[in-house]
């Protein structure tokens, strides 16, 4: 287990300069959150009922006393003690072994899926963190950007090149930036709850997030052959297995349980006769066997743990098909997301020359700051648009790593 996820954690995290602090935070995540710790405490329930089912049936003990005594040739009857065990057939009990250990290995997989499930949580809140981050650091370079343009409006309104309406335009548009930024501060501390409650840990625990992350050159490696071999498909396959130690279990149960008993009848001697068996006690052994004539019961078992195994089957394949379009869809999103970030890249390049443009116009007189808000309106979206397509990139990829990893 430890091995399994010492590679997903190395598949999870890449091309982070501080790959180890993410690494670190999911290590955590695994170690105190409450729905993994529930899922191994099942686990543990389901191991131990091994130990329950390991049992013969109970031993019956008997005491019996003869209010009116009955006579025999060697004396009256006073009391009776019995005692029974019954035996279940040969290889009952090992059935019984063999099914919930089944049981508990179908359980196991619930282990195994909520960590995958947890390290892509954590991951793509780490990413939501990130791209927040990078947002708000971006809008307080285009508030500084515009404070400079304000300067530049001032001084083209004392020379007579430019009107107050564009001081207030610019000064307007920084105060939307603010706004956005103040928002976007407010949901990043609510994603930090939600990353610091996914370790189990105090709400206001800050968060450290990378402070540049970059699409790798290349996309890694996969195989869609691994999807097959994903924990939730892998669970429908314990799960039958268990079923057919569940139908031998049932084949046992339907045969034949042999009991050994012991009855034992004290007699009181008989005063009026001498003999040499006088009060002698009486010892029965005795040997039953318990047959399951009516056995519409195990039939009727045998029929359902049939047609649980094809539903089993069905669910199975519906599952497949759900996470092979996840898959498809998760990969083609992280395509789109490369390019759009490409589209976006060019697109702020192409900004910034029409900004140094603008910059240049001024030195001769002639800018016009309804063109400077175009340009930075531009700019802005193109920035945030190039985190969005990074963190869609990041998050996407957990999807493909928790599918076929």
Request: avoid cysteine; charged fraction near 25%.
């Amino acid at each position: 287990m430890k091995r399994l996820i010492y590679t997903l954690l190395g598949l999870f995290i890449f091309s982070i300069s501080n790959a180890q602090e993410l690494e670190t935070l999911v290590n955590e995540a695994l170690n105190n959150n409450p729905e993994i710790q529930k899922f191994e405490l099942q686990y543990s329930i389901a191991s131990e009922k091994v130990n329950e089912v390991n049992t013969i049936p109970n031993t019956e003990f008997g005491v019996g006393y003869f209010v009116s005594e009955p006579e025999t040739r060697t004396g009256a009857q006073r009391f009776k003690l019995s005692a029974k065990q019954m035996i279940p057939w040969f290889g009952s009990i090992t059935s019984r072994e063999n099914y919930v250990n089944a049981l508990a290995d179908a359980k196991f997989e619930d282990i195994v899926i909520a960590k995958r499930k947890l390290m892509a949580s954590v991951s793509q809140s780490y990413y939501n963190l990130y791209a927040n981050k990078a947002k708000q650091e971006v809008l307080q370079e285009n508030i500084k950007l515009l404070e400079t343009y304000e300067t530049l409006a001032l001084t083209a309104v004392e020379v007579g090149k430019a009107s107050a309406v564009d001081v207030l335009r610019l000064q307007m548009r920084q105060n939307e930036m603010k706004q956005l930024k103040d928002v976007l501060h407010q949901q990043f501390l609510a994603e930090q709850t939600k990353f610091n409650k996914l370790l189990n840990r105090k709400s206001d625990v800050a968060v450290v997030v990378v402070d540049n992350l970059m699409l790798p050159s290349e996309d890694f490696e996969m195989s869609t052959n691994n999807l097959e071999l994903h924990p939730e498909l892998l669970k429908y396959d314990k799960l039958y297995q268990s079923i057919e130690h569940s139908e031998l279990l049932n084949q046992k149960e339907s045969s034949p349980m042999i009991g050994f008993g012991l009855d034992y009848i004290n007699i009181e001697p008989r005063p009026d006769m001498n003999f040499s068996d006088n009060g002698k006690d009486i010892v029965m052994p005795m040997v039953t066997l318990s047959i399951p004539i009516f056995n519409k019961k195990y039939k009727s078992q045998t029929k359902q743990n049939v047609l649980a195994q094809q539903e089993l089957k069905t669910q199975k394949q519906e599952r497949l098909n759900i996470l092979e379009t996840l898959l498809s869809k998760a990969i083609n999103d992280r395509i789109s997301a490369r390019i759009s970030f490409e589209t976006q890249t060019k697109n702020l390049k192409q900004a910034k020359d029409a900004e140094d443009i603008l910059i240049k116009s001024y030195e001769t007189g002639t800018i016009d700051f309804n063109d400077v808000l175009d340009i930075q309106e531009l700019q802005l979206k193109f920035q945030m648009n190039q985190i969005e397509s990074i963190k869609s990139y990041y998050v996407q990829s957990t999807i493909v790593n928790y599918l076929i990893q």
